[in-house]
């Protein structure tokens, strides 16, 4: 059974770095897919952030580009998202998801609640 | 980007209903349109994908239809355990984007 699961920690202080990652079980992220992040406000409002392709080839939403940086541990079966320069409106449940390109997000994460806050 | 519009913003129903459920691109998508549900504190999960193909594991009860911009998510007989905000994405272009959602609340 394929599993991810998000960890990092969920208090961030404004101006600093925001880190999780994602482990995932059951498949190998260099099989194939996208291994995406994907954040919810509060209020409901959803927002792919990036992916980190099978290959290793990333791709980023433009209204984060300059802040944000997907890697992975090919060893670990992980991948991982940076966040660079938080403020209070990166607050968010954010998860990662398994995709492909064109298609859907087929596997979730649980999810993790980060509060951006002093 | 391309924007996604769903609506109602909540639908307030009776179980037993037939209910259609929208999403309206701002510039066609094909048929690159997925639906989600998410329940209060759980992540989403993959109800329709490519607009009107079904998922193994999802209640017939559920369907997609629609291509282009227009698109529809039906639930034919709602049942208590639907009650949940239902989401529409798009993997036509990037950035992925996603609509505002739909709440189904009982009436």
């Known amino acids: 059974e394929i599993q991810l699961q998000e960890s990092g920690p969920g208090l961030v202080k404004p101006s600093q770095s925001l880190s999780l990652t994602c482990s995932v079980t059951g498949y190998t992220i260099t099989s194939g897919y996208d291994w995406s992040w994907i954040r919810k406000f509060p209020g409901n409002k959803m927002e792919w952030m990036g992916y980190i392709s099978y290959s290793g080839s990333t791709n980023y939403n433009p209204s984060l580009k300059s802040r944000i940086s997907i890697t992975r541990d090919t060893s670990k079966n992980q991948f991982f998202l940076q966040l660079n320069s938080v403020t209070t409106e990166d607050t968010a449940t954010y998860y990662c998801a398994r995709g492909t390109y064109y298609g859907p997000k087929d596997y979730w994460g649980q999810g993790v609640m980060v509060t951006v806050s002093s | 980007d391309v924007v996604l519009t769903q609506s109602p913003a909540t639908l307030s129903v009776t179980p037993g209903e037939r209910i259609s459920l929208s999403c309206r691109a701002s510039?066609?998508?094909?048929?690159?349109l997925h639906w989600y549900q998410q329940k209060p504190n759980e992540s989403p999960r993959l109800l329709i994908k490519y607009a009107s193909q079904s998922i193994s594991g999802i209640p017939s009860r559920f369907s997609g239809s629609g291509s282009g911009t227009d698109f529809t998510l039906s639930i034919n007989g709602v049942e208590l355990e639907d009650l949940s905000i239902y989401y529409c994405q798009q993997g036509n272009s990037l950035p992925f984007t996603f609509g505002s959602g739909t709440k189904l609340e009982i009436k």
């Open positions: 510039e066609s998508v094909d048929t690159y």
